[in-house]
């Protein structure tokens, strides 16, 4: 099996703090590296308004002349203000979701050699959300083992050659930056994601890119953001990720503003641990 290429971009807050430049450069840059996917994990927009989401399936559609795009919903794309807690019922927290991007926000991507399956972390101000903390309202979220459920039967149907990669949108590696979880459970809910039989897990939400490991097992790629809010003065950047056989290389790619383009910033190699043979590292 030949290198899959999967793009993974995150957080472009249309509504005020998209970086219409940026952008512009990022849908150039990204036709070179000819990706076989691109992932974006969440907040599309920055109020979950029509006009920024229309700006957004402009951007998805601009995107998905280059290679199919899977993308999953993040904090700021949920209405969460007209449902709290639930008390309407949740279809009203993606109905302008739906509108513009489908009628599942936990779409499955599936191509030869790979399949992409999205989880729901967003679920605006909800319980399993909550912290002791009050203003983590609305902006952290949670994993039901349901959704975890879900993924793990699906990954379980398909061919055992195919790269599984889960997406959603609140990081589950505490931020480079801020060192924050995206997860109010969040040793929990890496508990659970060891369970999926994933090869990667791909999130944002933090505005910081990274890479690593859940237990030294389980590959995980946080992209960053392509706003004005970055963290600690950093630039912006996004994730390419080279998948074969026997390992997951994730590249950070930097936005260099004054040159009008994104430069290589890290790489960090990871061991495929559930390869096409079975176990093939550690």
Known sequence: ??????????????????????????????????????????????????????????????LGRLAPVHLVPGN??????RTPFGILGRRVLYQKWRRYFGADPTPVLELDDVVVAGMCSAHGLALGSM?????DMTVKGHLPASEVARVRALFAAVPAHKIRLAVLHHNVLPGVVSRRWGLARPRAAQALLLTLGADVV???HDHTEGAGQIDGRLAVSTAGTHS??????????????RVDRQRIQIEHYCYARDEQTFRRGDTVIL????????????
């Open 1 to 62: 099996m030949s290198d899959v290429v999967v793009a993974h971009i995150s957080d472009v807050h249309f509504g005020g703090r998209a970086d219409l430049a940026q952008l512009a450069v990022l849908e150039r840059f990204l036709s070179a590296f000819g990706p076989q996917i691109i992932v974006v994990s969440g907040d599309l927009t920055q109020r979950a308004r029509h006009g920024e989401f229309q700006a957004a399936l402009r951007f998805v559609t601009d």
């Open 271 to 282: 061991p495929r641990t559930r390869g096409a043979a079975g176990i093939v590292g550690a």
């Open 228 to 241: 004005v809010r970055t963290r600690g003065g950093l630039p912006s950047a996004f994730n390419l990720l």
């Open 131 to 135: 912290t002791p903390n009050l203003n």
């Open 202 to 204: 791909l999130c944002g």
């Open 76 to 81: 700021h794309d949920v209405q969460w203000w």
